[in-house]
């Protein structure tokens, strides 16, 4: 199973914001859209960054209420790990895990092109448990 079939199912769309943007923004648009993480752009739909939920806690934690006027510029992580829509599903879950991050941009020639979540993994991974069980009883059925 690859990452193109997870982003045949749920679609291309990605959440993304300007590095010039506050974390207050960053915040609304994180709860607006009951998501976890946001790409923040660069040149040409390229990856500048991403800042996650983590990201805005620890800038509250750190600057407290004034951390909301920062910029997403100055609180993203800009060392970003990618994935390609042919890497398959369980390279991207290892990707997560050494990573300890839940969320990897997808990229093609280094343009934006789809996000994927550990929420969507473990749908993914669940539906192919499913149907490999689902296959083994009709064949024990069957024979
Ligand atoms: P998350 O688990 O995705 O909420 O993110 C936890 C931390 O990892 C935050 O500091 C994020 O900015 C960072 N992060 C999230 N996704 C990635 C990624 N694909 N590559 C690098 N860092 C990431």
Excluded: W
């Amino acid at each position: 199973m690859t990452v193109r079939s997870i982003l045949n199912a749920k679609g291309a769309d990605v959440a993304t914001i300007d590095p010039r943007a506050s974390l207050a923004d960053a915040a609304h648009m994180l709860a607006a859209r009951r998501i976890g993480a946001i790409v923040v752009k660069g040149p040409a739909n390229s990856v500048a960054g991403i800042l996650s939920e983590r990201d805005i806690v620890r800038a509250v934690s750190t600057y407290g209420a004034a951390s909301l006027d920062r910029t997403v510029d100055e609180t993203m992580t800009r060392e970003v790990v990618t994935c390609e829509a042919k890497d398959s599903i369980n390279a991207v879950m290892e990707k997560m895990t050494a990573g300890k991050f839940r969320h990897v941009p997808v990229v093609d020639h280094n343009k934006l092109v789809g996000i994927i979540s550990i929420g969507d993994v473990v749908k993914a991974r669940l539906a192919q448990m499913e149907s490999e069980t689902r296959a083994l009883q009709d064949y024990v059925a069957g024979s």
